[in-house]
């Protein structure tokens, strides 16, 4: 039994075979381990749509190994870096999943709230839905991620501030919202985890709603209730726009001072269909980049609103869309040395000191005064959530995609993931998925490999897999 256990302790430093946790920096996401500024190549991620969330029958996007091989692969072959996932449920086990995820190089980013009554809080009557067991279950979805390292941050709301009578009641809200999963995260995790806000693109609350976020009511950066990042869901480059006409120069200028990292929570505007992803070079060029922190375009599958990169059937076989190769086309184009391998600039910037002259916009709220936890949400905080449910990586042993995949062109692709080694983020390969031939072996993607080298690591990698194949026979 004692030789067992050694063994599994063995097997289970082998096989966490991970991403580099990333941290922040003032207004970047830097790698913890290389000190590299890390920008978001991502995807959101909502198969199904918000149908897809279906706690009663143990379902949400991240509970299928099978289905989110099937969409690692597309998404490694794709060359994206990062997730987001609006609806997961804290009582499901999605350690299958995000191990693969974290195995390919790709981060998550999750929003804690759903779409089913008090598991959000209420747009119109935040008060009441401000409770411990709302926030309860938003710990209990911190429980479930926070062992994983691709888990890159939590959104502690989304779009609930959409015009100026939001802007009046909800701002403290999401305040407090964030204080308390940041208090929960520094008491129950190993590391620390960012809280953020991801907000509509409305001219008239966007600024203000960042500004009463992003401020702090101590003087420096140890407020919990302020955000560590802040990102918007922007359409306004539609078809074949430009810098200026998109308003892409507003929003660098508006953001400029920013003391935490700002990115695109959702872009791709979809008129024009099919999209031609023309400011996927912008976002990720010099007039962006020292502001912004790159996005996630909307979205991986294609649902009933028309945003999707690749089309699925209800038997699970999938097929590529003109979206998706335009966008593998545009991310090919770019210089990762010059995105994800530079040192991060702007690692220190002084939050502004919350003040009621922050606040442009007459009728946004200027208090910043906030709601205090709720009592039995703060013996939550004290003394951990009573859930066995703490997600942890498991070994990722079945590479191989078993739906039926097709390109663009009608061929069916041969697809599997590549298990990158463990200090790698996914980059784009420099190939094209419809057009090219389709083997197992031009599908290994290029990755960003940093001082460690690549080999020893895929060697720990067969090392792993002989052990769990060792493992099995001594359990049998
Ligand atoms: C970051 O640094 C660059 C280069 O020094 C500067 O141009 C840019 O304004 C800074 N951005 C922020 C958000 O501070
Ligand atoms: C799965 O569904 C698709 C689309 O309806 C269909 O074209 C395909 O033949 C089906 N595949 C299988 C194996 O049933
Ligand atoms: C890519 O960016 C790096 C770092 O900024 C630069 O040195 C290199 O010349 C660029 N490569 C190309 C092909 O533009
Ligand atoms: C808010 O800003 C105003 C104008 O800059 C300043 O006079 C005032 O002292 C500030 N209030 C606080 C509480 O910092
Ligand atoms: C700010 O909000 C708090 C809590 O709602 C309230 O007690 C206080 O009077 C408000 N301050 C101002 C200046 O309105
Ligand atoms: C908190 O959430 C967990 C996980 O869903 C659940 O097991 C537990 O009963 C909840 N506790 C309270 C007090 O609501």
Same mark, same amino acid.
């Given at each position: 039994?004692?030789?067992?256990?050694l063994a599994?302790?063995a097997?289970y430093?082998?096989?966490?075979?991970?991403?580099?946790?990333?941290?922040?920096?003032?207004?970047?996401?830097v790698?913890?381990?290389?000190?590299? !500024?890390?920008q978001?190549? *991502?995807?959101?991620y909502?198969?199904?749509?918000?149908?897809?969330?279906?706690?009663?029958?143990?379902?949400?996007?991240?509970s299928?190994?099978?289905?989110?091989?099937?969409?690692?692969?597309?998404?490694q !072959?794709l060359?994206?870096?990062?997730?987001?996932?609006?609806? @997961?449920s804290?009582?499901i086990?999605?350690?299958?999943?995000?191990?693969i995820?974290n195995a390919v190089?790709?981060?998550?980013?999750?929003?804690?709230n759903?779409?089913?009554?008090?598991e959000?809080?209420?747009?119109?009557?935040?008060?009441?839905?401000?409770?411990?067991?709302?926030?309860?279950?938003t710990f209990?979805?911190?429980?479930a991620?926070?062992?994983?390292?691709?888990?890159?941050?939590?959104?502690?709301?989304n779009?609930? #501030?959409?015009?100026?009578?939001?802007?009046?009641?909800?701002?403290?809200?999401?305040?407090? @919202?964030?204080?308390d999963?940041?208090?929960?995260?520094?008491?129950?995790?190993?590391?620390?985890?960012p809280v953020g806000?991801?907000?509509?693109?409305?001219?008239?609350?966007?600024?203000?709603?960042?500004?009463?976020?992003?401020?702090?009511?101590?003087?420096?950066?140890?407020?919990?209730?302020r955000?560590?990042?802040?990102?918007?869901?922007s359409?306004?480059?539609? %078809?074949?726009?430009?810098?200026?006409?998109?308003?892409?120069?507003?929003?660098?200028?508006?953001?400029?001072?920013?003391?935490?990292?700002?990115?695109?929570?959702?872009?791709?505007?979809?008129?024009?269909?099919? !999209?031609?992803?023309?400011?996927?070079?912008?976002?990720? *060029?010099?007039?962006?980049?020292?502001?912004?922190?790159g996005?996630l375009?909307?979205?991986?599958?294609?649902?009933?609103?028309?945003?999707g990169?690749?089309?699925?059937?209800?038997?699970?076989?999938l097929?590529? !869309?003109q979206d998706?190769?335009?966008?593998? %086309?545009q991310?090919?184009s770019?210089?990762?040395?010059? #995105?994800?391998?530079?040192r991060?600039?702007?690692?220190?910037?002084?939050?502004?000191?919350?003040?009621?002259?922050?606040?442009?916009?007459?009728g946004?709220?200027?208090n910043?005064?906030?709601?205090?936890?709720?009592?039995?949400?703060?013996?939550?905080?004290?003394? %951990?959530?009573?859930?066995s449910?703490?997600?942890?990586? @498991?070994?990722?042993t079945?590479?191989?995609?078993?739906?039926?995949?097709?390109?663009?062109?009608?061929?069916?692709?041969?697809?599997?993931?590549?298990?990158?080694?463990?200090?790698?983020?996914?980059?784009?390969?420099?190939?094209?998925?419809s057009?090219?031939?389709?083997?197992?072996?031009?599908?290994?993607?290029?990755?960003?490999?940093?001082?460690?080298?690549?080999?020893?690591n895929?060697?720990?990698?067969?090392?792993?897999?002989?052990?769990?194949?060792?493992?099995? @026979?001594?359990?049998?």
């Amino acid at each position: 039994m004692f030789t067992q256990t050694l063994a599994l302790l063995a097997l289970y430093a082998h096989t966490a075979l991970a991403v580099q946790p990333l941290v922040i920096q003032g207004s970047n996401f830097v790698n913890s381990v290389t000190g590299n !500024r890390y920008q978001i190549l *991502g995807v959101a991620y909502q198969p199904g749509g918000e149908a897809g969330y279906k706690p009663q029958s143990g379902e949400d996007p991240l509970s299928n190994g099978d289905v989110c091989l099937r969409d690692a692969a597309l998404m490694q !072959r794709l060359g994206v870096n990062a997730i987001r996932v609006y609806n @997961v449920s804290p009582d499901i086990n999605h350690d299958e999943c995000a191990s693969i995820f974290n195995a390919v190089g790709i981060y998550m980013l999750l929003d804690v709230n759903a779409p089913f009554s008090g598991e959000s809080i209420n747009r119109g009557d935040p008060e009441s839905s401000y409770t411990a067991s709302y926030l309860n279950r938003t710990f209990a979805v911190v429980e479930a991620f926070k062992n994983y390292p691709n888990t890159l941050l939590f959104f502690a709301g989304n779009e609930v #501030i959409n015009d100026v009578p939001t802007g009046a009641n909800i701002p403290p809200y999401m305040r407090a @919202v964030t204080r308390d999963l940041k208090n929960y995260i520094a008491k129950h995790s190993t590391r620390s985890i960012p809280v953020g806000y991801s907000a509509a693109d409305v001219r008239d609350t966007l600024i203000d709603t960042w500004n009463y976020l992003q401020c702090t009511t101590t003087g420096d950066d140890s407020d919990p209730s302020r955000v560590d990042l802040f990102a918007l869901n922007s359409y306004s480059w539609c %078809g074949d726009s430009t810098f200026q006409t998109s308003s892409y120069d507003t929003l660098i200028s508006d953001f400029q001072s920013t003391s935490v990292p700002v990115f695109f929570s959702e872009y791709g505007c979809n008129k024009p269909s099919p !999209r031609i992803f023309t400011e996927v070079p912008v976002l990720y *060029g010099p007039l962006m980049t020292p502001v912004m922190s790159g996005g996630l375009v909307y979205e991986f599958s294609q649902e009933t609103s028309n945003y999707g990169l690749v089309s699925i059937a209800s038997n699970g076989s999938l097929q590529l !869309r003109q979206d998706y190769d335009a966008l593998q %086309g545009q991310y090919n184009s770019l210089n990762l040395t010059a #995105i994800q391998g530079s040192r991060a600039e702007n690692t220190s910037v002084t939050p502004p000191t919350c003040n009621s002259t922050l606040i442009l916009e007459s009728g946004f709220n200027n208090n910043f005064t906030i709601p205090e936890t709720p009592s039995g949400a703060q013996d939550i905080i004290n003394n %951990g959530v009573s859930s066995s449910n703490v997600g942890k990586l @498991v070994p990722v042993t079945n590479t191989k995609v078993s739906q039926v995949v097709q390109g663009t062109n009608g061929q069916t692709m041969d697809l599997s993931i590549t298990v990158l080694a463990d200090d790698q983020s996914n980059t784009p390969s420099g190939q094209t998925s419809s057009t090219a031939p389709t083997t197992t072996t031009s599908s290994a993607p290029a990755a960003t490999t940093s001082k460690k080298s690549g080999a020893t690591n895929l060697k720990i990698t067969s090392c792993a897999l002989l052990a769990v194949g060792f493992l099995a @026979v001594i359990l049998l």
